[in-house]
């Protein structure tokens, strides 16, 4: 099946600092990746489709300006956390359709665990 | 307000056994139904999708139903393993959008 691969697994940062998270996929092209955050014991949450070539769609709530997404390649999207603080920490996830901007069967990374102190 | 709902209390079960698993949606019309599983610190995984004009999907020791009059999916393992172990997230697609939604998931524990 197809591969999403996401780094890194695990980040322990200082309070104020940017944190860039990648997700590529491997064996597919994604014009349309998703990327969502999840607390413990919580579903997951849609923060914002990141499409590429173009802007990404954000979801009521998450600012825009703090996760900043970038969607540079048929296979590349990135999610950097500016500024990040305790209440960032969260395990983040992307996930991509490989059947084009449909989101059935969706493939995930392996998450991130982001932890700011 | 919309909301999908399933069991937040663990479901325990021996091996051997069939475990099922609930999923119930409030104001949502979706088009299709997913069910996948997440390992701790891991991401999910997908294992089946039924639509809307399906009453029943079959994968191996997996079933799921989707009743779209009582808005519900159950899904089932049937000779359940240790190995089935994990978390259960039902998601569907939003209504008119290409969002998928998740569910907070059932915790499965199966006891050797």
């Known amino acids: 099946g197809a591969v999403v691969s996401q780094h890194p697994s695990r980040v322990i940062c200082k309070s104020g600092t940017s944190v860039k998270i990648e997700c590529r996929s491997l064996d597919f092209q994604a014009t349309t990746m998703f990327w969502y955050r999840q607390f413990p014991k919580q579903s997951l949450m849609l923060m914002a489709t990141s499409n590429e070539g173009s802007k990404a769609t954000y979801e009521q709530g998450v600012e825009k300006d703090k996760f900043l997404i970038n969607h540079a390649s048929l296979t590349l999207s990135t999610l950097t956390v500016t500024s990040a603080h305790p209440e960032d920490s969260s395990f983040y996830i992307c996930s991509a359709p490989p059947g084009g901007d449909s989101n059935e069967k969706l493939f995930f990374g392996s998450g991130t665990q982001l932890s700011v102190l | 307000s919309q909301k999908i709902e399933q069991n937040s209390e663990a479901l325990n079960i021996q091996e051997g056994k069939t475990a099922t698993l609930t999923c119930n949606y409030t104001?949502?019309?979706?088009?299709?139904l997913q069910w996948y599983r997440q390992d701790p610190g891991r991401g999910p995984v997908f294992l089946l999708l039924?639509?809307?004009?399906?009453k029943e999907k079959r994968k191996e020791r997996l079933k799921v139903t989707f009743d779209t009059t009582l808005k519900q999916s159950l899904f089932h393992i049937t000779a359940s393993q240790p190995a089935d172990s994990a978390t259960y997230l039902c998601a569907l697609d939003d209504t008119g959008g290409f969002k998928t939604i998740f569910g907070a998931g059932t915790r499965l524990f199966v006891k050797a």
């Open positions: 104001n949502y019309s979706p088009a299709y």
């Open positions: 039924i639509r809307e004009n399906e």
